[in-house]
Nanobody, 121 residues
Framework: QVQLVESGGGLVQPGGSLRLSCAASGSFSSINTMGWYRQAPGKQRELVSTFTSGRITHYADSVKGRFTISRDVAKNMVYLQMNSLKPEDTAVYYC???????????????WGQGTQVTVSS
């Protein structure tokens, strides 16, 4: 069974920093893209950042220059360093991974349980 487990959320003051981590575990062949999404109360889930297997990164305009995504392929982990946090960054952050269970299978989407990030003074 494939699982994604996030950690690192919490309460931080505006201008502060947090680092989120996500670990993929279980039996699978490979991971394509890993990334982060977030969902604020009353809003739809939105993409924050992704990191492809080809080491291409993508950021939402709202976080460019403040957030940095990184990935440890050997450990099946993805990280999100969040700096200069703003109240509007408050949301539940979800880890996402496109995982192939077998070599010849298509990649399926997997989601973590989410970790709360609250930016408030």
């Amino acid at each position: 069974q494939v699982q994604l487990v996030e950690s690192g959320g919490g309460l931080v003051q505006p201008g502060g920093s947090l680092r989120l981590s996500c670990a993929a575990s279980g039996s699978f062949s490979s991971i394509n893209t890993m990334g982060w999404y977030r969902q604020a109360p009353g809003k739809q889930r939105e993409l924050v950042s992704t990191f492809t297997s080809g080491r291409i990164t993508h950021y939402a305009d709202s976080v460019k220059g403040r957030f940095t995504i990184s990935r440890d392929v050997a450990k099946n982990m993805v990280y999100l360093q969040m700096n200069s946090l703003k109240p509007e960054d408050t949301a539940v952050y979800y880890c996402n991974a496109q995982i192939k269970k077998y070599f010849y299978s298509v990649a399926d989407d997997y989601w973590g349980q989410g970790t709360q990030v609250t930016v408030s003074s």
